[in-house]
């Protein structure tokens, strides 16, 4: 089964970038859309950013436009999320899941119910 593994996460001042990776064992990520997810202290899990098989195709949620860029390299079987300018609003435990319904591989869907695998998430603290 794909077992999805976040890192990158820590603690970062209010205009700092982080950059989050996902990574998945044995697994090819590139057969997968892989979306980026956060949840907030008290909040319900919301979505990022995703990004199709072949990295043509990209999403961001309002939140994420202008901030993050989402990545991926087949070679490394990793797929990352940039993040720039963080405010503390971005505190949240951030998840990668891969997305096992999508076919077309220029496409990404950044609908929760879509995506059938979850890492355990990583925790973005941003704070002065």
């Known amino acids: 089964q794909l077992q999805l593994v976040e890192s990158g996460g820590g603690l970062v001042r209010p205009g700092g970038s982080l950059t989050l990776s996902c990574t998945a064992s044995?697994?090819?990520?590139?057969?997968?859309?892989i979306g980026w997810f956060r949840q907030a202290p008290g909040k319900e899990r919301e979505r990022v950013s995703c990004i199709s098989k072949n990295g043509a195709g990209t999403f961001y949620a309002d939140s994420a436009k202008g901030r993050f860029t989402v990545s991926r390299d087949s070679a490394a079987n990793m797929v990352y999320l940039q993040m720039d300018d963080l405010e503390p609003e971005d505190t949240a435990v951030y998840f990668c899941a891969a997305d096992s319904i999508t076919e077309t591989k220029a496409l990404c869907v950044l609908a929760q119910t879509w995506y059938d695998y979850w890492g355990q998430g990583t925790q973005v603290t941003v704070s002065s």
């Open positions: 044995g697994f090819p990520l590139d057969a997968y859309p």
